[in-house]
């Protein structure tokens, strides 16, 4: 296979040889059926996945949008299911949502068929995975990227984490659904694809630093899919099934990518983490929180300009080597507990366990900077202009100004600070602390 653009060549059963990276490629999603009326075939996905009773989990709002039609279309075809409607509209994915799912779930089923958004999929996931059943998905709304990958997205202990979990087995994504979405929601998923921008750029820059394992065969795909989903993106917010359905299928592209490459870089960097921290510190101090996929996009904006201001940096050894000296761990991490809340413990231990800040490591990772800086700075070339993508999202509607999310500027500031101490991944506010350059980013 010389590469794979699209759902029909990347599901191929039993997976194949990357012959870019020399690896083996494989999915467990089998078959996607997306398109105008395909709630009508879940008989037929059913029996695909060998079941023969199913248990379906959505939120009210969801049953709604296609739990009922769901049921009927099952029950009419003789297919017997039992359903549990979750308590909240609005679902939280944490421990008293999951907890709900497995108390409610009935064992005598043999299937698992989640109706909903990107919550009630990843409590579908985890209660797929820990109750050994295959996983049918029906979205009701093109909002994130989670449709088919692998991993959970949940708050635990006041912390964002990524559990793993069983992947879909099948998706059933009905676009006379998916159009009749909230608009909100289709700009969340199309927020969530142009993310990738970034991911894909910082990916890559890992790649130069750290040896981080890339494949640029799974890189093109997701940008194949993302620059599909941008020229739909005018069509979708008007609800044009058709264009919706694109911005489907970069989706589900990007989570199967996720699976390929067994991490989530292809899909998240930097504007994930900022989106991130803001969600902490709305468990934390019930300040306001959007859509995931909103505050992915909008984080865009300010990783695009600091990205711009940091290619016309010239990289000073000297300068980099004495701020990693003078770095103080300890006062970081109280300003840290203070802005993020409790889930800043998990964070302070990462980075014991971790070791980022230790200035031998520093020292090794700014000399490959050093040597490859011209490497790294046509990566930074690759990414479109926070002008041009800020005249895009204002085109669709898109907030641009933290205003339009209830935010200051200062807050934005204070969510990129502390971005880098979420996750082990290589991302901007690494390689600006690395370079000595301000911790909240040039340029923002």
């Not at 299911?81 to 939280?92: E, F, K, M, N, V």
């Amino acid at each position: 296979m010389s590469g794979f653009t699209d759902l029909q060549t990347l599901l191929v059963q039993g997976g194949f040889d990357c012959p870019a990276c020399h690896t083996f490629h494989a999915v467990s999603l089998s078959r996607v059926r997306l398109g105008r009326g395909t709630l009508g075939e879940l008989p037929a996905a059913m029996r695909e996945l060998g079941g023969t009773k199913g248990f379906l989990l959505a939120d009210p709002n969801t049953w709604a949008a296609a739990g009922e039609k769901a049921a009927s279309v099952l029950a009419s075809a003789g297919i017997p299911t039992a359903r549990h409607i979750l308590s909240s509209s609005r679902p939280a994915p944490d421990e008293r949502t999951m907890g709900e799912a497995v108390f409610r779930f009935d064992p005598s089923c043999d299937w698992i068929g989640g109706i909903g958004g990107g919550v009630v999929n990843d409590v579908c996931k985890l209660l797929a995975k820990t109750s050994g059943r295959p996983y049918l998905y029906i979205p009701t709304a093109p909002s994130m990227d989670g449709y088919a990958s692998a991993s959970s997205s949940m708050e635990m202990g006041g912390l964002k984490v990524s559990l793993p979990s069983a992947a879909a087995s099948s998706i059933v994504a009905d676009t006379d659904v998916l159009a009749a979405a909230p608009r909100e929601m289709i700009l969340a998923g199309i927020g969530d694809m142009t993310a990738k921008y970034v991911s894909l750029a910082e990916w890559e820059i890992s790649h130069i630093i750290n040896d981080e394992y890339y494949c640029p065969e799974i890189a093109r795909m997701v940008r194949i899919s993302l620059e599909r989903v941008v020229r739909a993106a005018d069509a979708a917010v008007s609800g044009d099934p058709d264009a919706v359905a694109a911005v489907t299928e970069g989706l589900i592209l990007s989570g199967l990518a996720m699976e390929c490459a067994h991490l989530s870089r292809p899909a998240s960097g930097m504007e994930h983490y900022i989106s991130h921290i803001r969600d902490m510190r709305s468990l934390a101090f019930g300040t306001r929180a959007d859509l995931h996929g909103i505050q992915c996009g909008f984080a865009v904006l300010p990783v695009l300009r600091a990205y711009e201001a940091l290619r016309a940096v010239t990289p000073d050894r000297e300068r980099a080597l004495a701020h990693a000296r003078s770095f103080d761990w300890a006062a970081h991490a109280a300003v840290m507990r203070d802005a993020v809340g409790p889930g800043a413990e998990a964070m302070i231990r990462l980075e014991e366990k971790e070791g980022k800040y230790d200035p031998a490591r520093h020292a090794v990772r700014l000399e490959r900077i050093l040597a490859r800086w011209d490497d790294l700075t046509a990566v930074m070339r690759s990414l479109p202009s926070a002008v041009s993508m800020t005249a895009f999202y204002r085109r669709i509607g898109f907030p641009t100004e933290p205003e339009g999310l209830g935010m200051t500027a200062d807050e934005v500031r204070l969510l990129i600070r502390f971005a880098a101490d979420i996750r082990d991944k290589y991302v901007l506010t690494r390689l600006l602390w690395d370079l000595g350059e301000p911790a909240d980013g040039v340029g923002i």
